[in-house]
Each structure stands twice: as structure tokens, then as C-alpha cells.
């Protein structure tokens, strides 16, 4: 049984006599100096030079370290020979299964990017299962003829895992550059730029598959501060490599970017231009960041799951991009082919869950864990309230876009296509109530967002939510009048008053409706001024364009004319108007002879109508015009001019006043 001991921490320098009460009452104690605590106010930048200097110190005795190793191998340089030859075995079992399985037609089988998705995603499948096989097959023989030493097992793995994400890069590059089949190509590249991309990959995964194993085996030989300065060596030069690769395909992808053809002039927004231009910066940092991230966990600062390869992290990224470009292009051509607006706000959320975990993925590769209640030490300490900000703002601008997606007004709505005088024709009521709507969504979804961000970064949102509440107080009271522009505003829509794009006359205005706000409408007169009027001013609204329109007019003929023909006549052109198909859905009821309706002197008044689509009267009425010229010029009929009367002496002119003749009448 061991003894027990009891250990008294003094005061960094205790006074004579409490050294002296101590020692008589523990006549046997020992004093033991303490030994000295190192400072940790020592900045990241000192540390790192620290760390450095170390490994560059420790650096000549790493030949040293790997001849040990070696030499202590239980089988020496065959153990490469082993190595090679399991992955070898492994290739060949692949192959073999490989002539098994036949290749899977490359034809598309729809137009468009979900026509050549089927094809790539089967060829891409195939190769991954097979790449499979090749992995669990050089596992399996290097296990059984590899010696169980853990050095030698590391380096079996490590160099296993190295060819592995070189030829998972190479099936990614096939997949969305496919050389020599257009047909199942994702990326909009040409078949130059495809070749291009398709060899700059091809060199890359080679790169780093060579790399990634010399840093296998460094690692493995010399896991201690001999090997750091190797291992921060072969770091920097995949970061270099990887930042190569971006800056190679720099010109196509921007080109995609852009969306527009080699040829094209460039109309894209300015956003997307500075996007096209700077996309690969955003790539060369990251894998700079990785540099530095995996230098410091090599180095001994950082946790040991940040010296792992820097091409996960990369490949993550890439993918990332890759697949919210994919969502995208789905999301066009669904909307193009009439898909239901929810379809594609919801490729923005599965966009925004993307962000998020391609983000938690790349933390946990940099070892990072952002929902830990200890963030690290420095800055690192702040990570997961910065991660839990970013998830909300990623979640609330997907669920922007959603609804952007999902209450976005239709082009034309529901409506015709107007002509004639700026008669609105009738409108949709999704289209009038949409923009309110979005507009009352997207308000409350950025609010919500902000304060949920503000609120994980760890502010105080209390007072900013009281401040709120007295604000709207405040402007409750003072600004009555807006209050009754938005109930009245609310009372007139749900009541279907008005829609977009309809002619409505009211007490303060007419015109057809272009917008609705929440406080008042905007109307385009047929004239072009716009009226701004607030919903409580409108008062009774007389809507122009509402279901039907009856149009009316009159002509007059001379008295001898005969009324019986002339009603045939009338009715003749009214089915010749109803069989012409540029009157095809725009007429509602046939032209019609009302007989004659008065009498102005000698001539008869005789009066027609027709009913029409809201918006199409005009044209409908000057096709009726000329069809009756022409039926009353054919039974040689003169329609009746306007007559005056004058006496010499100044006094009324008699029964024979003036009339008009084609006309507008009651």
C-alpha cells in the first residue's frame, strides 16, 4: 500500500513564520520549488514564430530519424514493395469487376441540364462503386501482407487514402467536364474548354496524389518536431498546386459565371461580373487559410485533426459550388418548363442547408468543433457563437429567396394583353395581393433573422425589442392617417375592389392600376401622368375592367333608308366579326343592330353594340367600323351628315340641327 500525501500550495513567498509553524507541525515535510508556469498572454504570432524556430531546429536530424525507422522496419524496403503491390492486386480486382459491368448509355434522355444529369449520374455511380472495390480490396492485401506495426500501418493508409482522392478528383473533373461526351457534361464548357479543364485536373490529382504520399511517409517516420518543417513544406506546396489549379480555369468557369456564350456581349449585373472576375480569389484564399490552419496544427498549436490533408477541405468547397451552380440551373429550367413556384423556393432552401453543412464540414476537417461550449483559446473561443450568427443569417437568406421564389408576381397575370385607349383589362388577384404579401414576409423573415444573430453573437436584443414596441407606439398615435390608409387599403383588397393592371375610376383619380403599396395605389392615366393615391382618398371605385365590357355606338342613314336591311346588315357584319380569328377570344357577344333609337330631322339614328373582353372594346370597335363601311358602301347607302338650319334674321335654326355621324351613344 503506498503512503499518503498531502501537498500545500504556499504563497509565492511565504513569510518566516509560517515556514516555521509548518515545519513544526509536519517535522518531515519537504519544500519543493514550484516549477515555473509559462506565461499565456503570449501572442498567436509569437507562438507561431516559437513553434517554428523549433521545427526548423529539429530539422537536420530527420534523414536521421527516417534511416532509424527504416531500419527498425520488421520488413524493411519491402515494405514498399508490399504496399505497391496490395494497391496493384486491388486495381486489378477493380478491373475485373469492371468488365462486368457494362458502361451505361451517355445519350440524354431529356433536354437541358436534367437530361444530361441521368447519364453522368450513372457513369459517376459506376465509377464510384468501383472505386470502392479498389479501396476495401488494397485494404484487405495490404492487411495481410503488411506486419501489424503501427508506423507501417499508418504509411499503408495514408498512401492508400492519397491515391484514393486523386482518382475521386478525376471522377469529379469526368463528371463535370466529360471531354469526349458532351452529352452527359454538366459544366456548360465547350469541347476546348472541357479538354482543358479535364487535363489541368488530371495534373492536379497526380500532383496531389504524389504529394499527400510523401507526406504519408513523413508522418509515418517521423510523427515528432523532426518531421514538422517536411510535413509544413509539402503543406505549402499542395496549397500552391491547388491555387494553380483555380487560377488555370479561371477563364471558363468565370465565362459560366457570367452565363454567356465566348461571342456574346457581356449585359450581365455588375455583381455578377465582379463574381465572374473574383471567383477564383475565393478559392486560393481558402486554400491559404488551409496552409495556415494545417501549418499551426502541425506545428503543435492547433488540435491534431488540423494537420490532415488540405485537399478535403478544397474538395468540400468545390463540390459546394458545384452543386448550388447545379440547384440553379434546375431551378431555371423547371421555372421554364411551368413548374409550381414552391418547386424552386425550395431549391433555395435545399441551397441555404448546403451553405451550412458544407460550412460545419469544413470546421470539423480544420478541427474545429463549433457547437463545443469551449471554442479554443484566442479567437477561437468565439467560433461558435460566430458559426451559430452565420448558420441563422445562411437559413434566413434561403428562406429570402424562397419566398422570393414562391410570392413572385406573374408576368401578365391572369389577364389579356390590352390595346386601344389604355383600358386596363381585367386583372389577377394573386398578382394584386402578392406583392403585400412578399412584402410583409421578407420584412418579417430580415427582422427575425437580425435579431436572431444579434442574439447568438450574444447581444442584448431586449432593449432593441423594447425600443421597437415605444416606437410603434409613437407612430400608432401620430400618424393616424396611415393607419386609415392601410385599413382602408386592406378593406379594398380583400373586398377585390381593383387588381394589377385594371382601369378603375375613382374620387381622386383614374388610371390603371401599376402598383399597390401597403398605404396607397398608383394609377397611369390613358394620357401617361401617374396618380399616387392613398387607399382612404379613393372613396367609390367604378372598375372599367371587371368581367365584361358592353360598347355602344351610332350612325345615321336617310329617312328613305330601309331599317329592315339595314338591321340585316348590321347582323351580317357582326358574324363575320365573330368568325375572324383576330377577334378570337377578345369578343364575348356578336355585334347587334338596336334599330333605330331616334330620329334628327331626316335621317335616322340607328344604334349597335357588342359585348367584349375588358381592354379589347377599342379594337373591336374600329374592326366594326370598318366592316360596316363596307357592307353599307356595297348596298350603295350614304350615311347621313350633320345638317344646320340658319334664318337671316338671327333667331333658332328649325328641326334640322346638328348630329353627329359615327358615334359613341347611350
Not at 64 to 73: D, E, K, Q
Not at 286 to 291: H, I, P, S, V
Not at 518 to 541: C, D, K, Q, V
Request: charged residues 15%; hydrophobic residues 50%.
Amino acid at each position: 500500500m503506498g503512503e499518503d500525501t498531502v501537498t500545500i500550495i504556499l504563497p509565492e513567498e511565504p513569510s518566516p513564520e509560517l515556514l516555521n509553524r509548518l515545519h513544526d507541525a509536519f517535522p518531515d515535510a519537504a519544500v519543493a520549488q514550484a516549477e515555473a508556469v509559462p506565461e499565456t498572454t503570449v501572442g498567436a504570432v509569437a507562438a507561431l514564430e516559437t513553434a517554428l524556430a523549433q521545427a526548423i531546429g529539429a530539422a537536420p536530424g530527420l534523414p536521421g530519424v527516417i534511416g532509424a525507422w527504416l531500419a527498425g522496419l520488421p520488413d524493411g524496403a519491402m515494405t514498399f514493395v508490399y504496399i505497391a503491390l496490395a494497391l496493384i492486386l486491388g486495381y486489378g480486382l477493380e478491373r475485373g469487376i469492371a468488365f462486368l459491368v457494362p458502361q451505361p448509355a451517355a445519350m440524354p434522355t431529356a433536354p437541358g441540364f436534367a437530361g444530361r444529369l441521368k447519364p453522368a449520374f450513372l457513369r459517376t455511380l459506376r465509377s464510384l462503386a468501383l472505386l470502392c472495390v479498389f479501396a476495401f480490396a488494397a485494404r484487405f492485401f495490404g492487411r495481410t501482407m503488411l506486419t501489424a506495426d503501427p508506423s507501417v500501418a499508418r504509411l499503408g493508409l495514408g498512401v492508400l487514402i492519397a491515391i484514393l482522392f486523386a482518382r475521386l478528383l478525376v471522377i469529379v473533373f469526368d463528371l463535370l467536364a466529360a471531354p469526349n461526351a458532351p452529352a452527359r457534361r454538366l459544366m456548360g464548357f465547350s469541347d476546348a474548354e472541357a479538354q482543358r479543364a479535364f487535363g489541368v485536373g488530371l495534373r492536379l490529382a497526380l500532383a496531389g496524389a504524389l504529394i499527400n504520399t510523401l507526406y504519408a511517409m513523413v508522418l509515418a517516420a517521423a510523427p515528432g518536431s523532426e518531421g514538422a518543417l517536411a510535413l509544413a513544406t509539402l503543406a505549402l506546396i499542395r496549397a500552391l498546386v491547388t491555387s494553380a489549379f483555380f487560377w488555370a480555369i479561371h477563364a471558363p468557369v468565370a465565362r459560366l459565371i457570367a452565363g454567356r456564350e465566348p461571342d456574346e456581349p457581356d449585359e450581365t449585373s455588375t455583381l455578377t461580373r465582379w463574381l465572374a472576375s473574383n471567383w477564383s480569389w475565393f478559392f486560393i484564399g481558402f486554400a491559404l487559410l488551409d496552409f495556415v490552419l494545417k501549418l499551426q496544427g502541425i506545428l503543435g498549436l492547433l488540435d491534431a485533426d488540423a494537420r490532415s490533408g488540405a485537399g478535403p477541405v478544397i474538395f468540400v468547397l468545390s463540390i459546394s459550388a458545384l452543386s448550388v451552380a447545379a440547384l440553379r440551373i434546375l431551378r431555371v429550367e423547371w421555372l421554364e418548363a411551368g413548374a409550381q413556384p414552391w418547386i424552386a423556393g425550395m431549391t433555395a432552401v435545399a441551397e441555404g442547408v448546403l451553405a451550412v453543412a458544407a460550412a460545419l464540414l469544413l470546421l470539423a476537417l480544420w478541427g474545429i468543433d463549433p457547437f463545443s461550449a469551449h471554442g479554443g483559446d484566442g479567437t477561437l473561443r468565439f467560433i461558435p457563437a460566430l458559426v451559430e450568427a452565420l448558420i441563422v443569417i445562411v437559413v434566413g437568406a434561403a428562406m429570402w429567396r424562397a419566398v422570393m421564389l414562391i410570392l413572385q408576381a406573374r408576368d401578365g397575370g391572369d389577364g389579356a394583353e390590352t390595346e386601344g385607349d389604355g383600358m386596363g383589362a381585367e386583372g389577377s388577384r394573386v398578382d394584386t395581393v402578392l406583392p403585400i404579401l412578399r412584402g410583409f414576409a421578407l420584412a418579417a423573415i430580415g427582422i427575425t433573422t437580425i435579431m436572431t444573430a444579434l442574439a447568438a453573437l450574444g447581444a442584448n436584443i431586449g432593449p432593441l425589442i423594447a425600443s421597437a414596441g415605444v416606437v410603434g407606439l409613437a407612430v400608432g398615435f401620430g400618424a393616424q392617417k396611415l393607419v386609415s390608409d392601410v385599413i382602408s387599403g386592406v378593406f379594398y383588397l380583400y373586398e377585390d375592389a381593383f387588381r394589377m393592371g385594371e382601369y378603375i375610376v375613382t374620387g381622386a383619380g383614374k388610371g390603371t392600376v401599376e402598383r399597390i403599396s401597403i398605404r396607397s395605389a398608383m394609377l397611369r392615366h390613358h394620357n401617361g401622368p401617374i396618380y399616387t393615391i392613398p387607399f382612404s382618398e379613393m372613396g367609390t371605385i367604378q372598375n372599367h375592367s371587371r368581367d365584361y365590357v358592353v360598347m355602344k355606338f351610332t350612325f345615321m342613314v336617310p329617312d328613305e333608308t330601309d331599317l329592315e336591311m339595314i338591321r340585316k346588315l348590321v347582323k351580317k357584319a357582326g358574324q363575320e366579326m365573330a368568325a375572324d380569328p383576330e377577334l378570337e377570344g377578345k369578343l364575348i357577344a356578336p355585334l347587334k343592330s338596336q334599330g333605330a333609337i331616334a330620329i334628327q330631322g331626316r335621317n335616322y339614328e340607328i344604334g349597335c353594340k357588342f359585348t367584349a373582353r375588358p381592354g379589347q372594346q377599342f379594337v373591336i370597335r374600329r374592326k366594326a367600323y370598318a366592316v360596316l363601311q363596307k357592307a353599307l358602301r356595297d348596298k350603295g347607302i350614304e350615311l347621313s351628315a350633320p345638317s344646320f338650319a340658319f334664318t337671316t334674321d338671327g333667331s333658332a335654326p328649325g328641326p334640322g340641327g346638328s348630329i353627329g355621324p359615327i358615334g359613341t351613344g347611350g
